[in-house]
C-alpha cells in the first residue's frame, strides 16, 4: 500500500484542523482511504504533525459529523462506507483553498501560466507520497506531513525495523 500524508503548513490562512479535515475527507472521498481503514490515534496524528491534540479531534469530530469516520471505543477510528449519493462540493471552501494555494505560489515567484500547469498535473497525477516533515529552518513556511495509514501496517513496520 503506498503511504497517504496529510501535510499542515502552519503559515496557512487555513486553520490546521481545516486542512486536516479537508485532506482527511479528499483521500476518502477519492477512495485512497477505504471502508474500514483504521486512521491514526488523535494523539498520534497530533504528535506526527506537531501539533495540539485537541486540533486534531476538532478534524475528526468534523468528519464525524459529515460521516465520513466513526469511532468506536475499542476499535479505533476507522473509515467509515461511502454514502452512496455523490458528494456536492463546498464552493466557499474550494475558493478558499484555491486563494489560499494562488497566494502561496505566487510568493514564490510563480506566475499565473505556472500556477495553472501546477494545478492541471496535481490533478492528472498520483499524490504525492514523498515521506518528511519540512522545516526549512530559514523562517520560510513551515509545513508539517504525517501518514496516514492503516494502522496494522505501521505496527508491522515498525517491528521490522
Not at 67 to 76: D, N, P, Q
Amino acid at each position: 500500500m503506498s503511504e497517504r500524508a496529510v501535510r499542515v503548513d502552519t503559515t496557512s490562512q487555513v486553520p490546521p484542523y481545516e486542512q486536516i479535515r479537508a485532506q482527511l475527507a479528499a483521500l476518502i472521498r477519492t477512495g485512497q482511504l477505504t471502508d474500514g481503514e483504521r486512521l491514526p490515534t488523535v494523539r498520534q496524528l497530533a504528535a506526527d504533525l506537531d501539533l495540539a491534540p485537541g486540533t486534531v479531534a476538532r478534524a475528526y469530530r468534523e468528519l464525524e459529523a459529515a460521516e465520513l469516520i466513526r469511532t468506536r471505543r475499542g476499535a479505533g477510528t476507522r473509515v467509515a462506507a461511502l454514502p452512496s449519493e455523490p458528494h456536492a462540493h463546498d464552493a466557499h471552501q474550494l475558493g478558499t483553498l484555491a486563494r489560499d494555494f494562488t497566494s502561496a505560489a505566487r510568493a514564490l515567484g510563480a506566475g499565473t501560466e505556472d500556477i495553472l500547469t501546477a494545478v492541471r498535473n496535481a490533478l492528472n497525477s498520483e499524490p504525492d507520497t514523498a515521506p518528511a516533515a519540512v522545516d526549512s529552518g530559514k523562517g520560510g513556511p513551515r509545513t508539517t506531513e504525517a501518514s496516514v495509514k492503516v494502522t496494522a501496517v505501521r505496527h508491522r513496520l515498525e517491528r521490522q525495523a
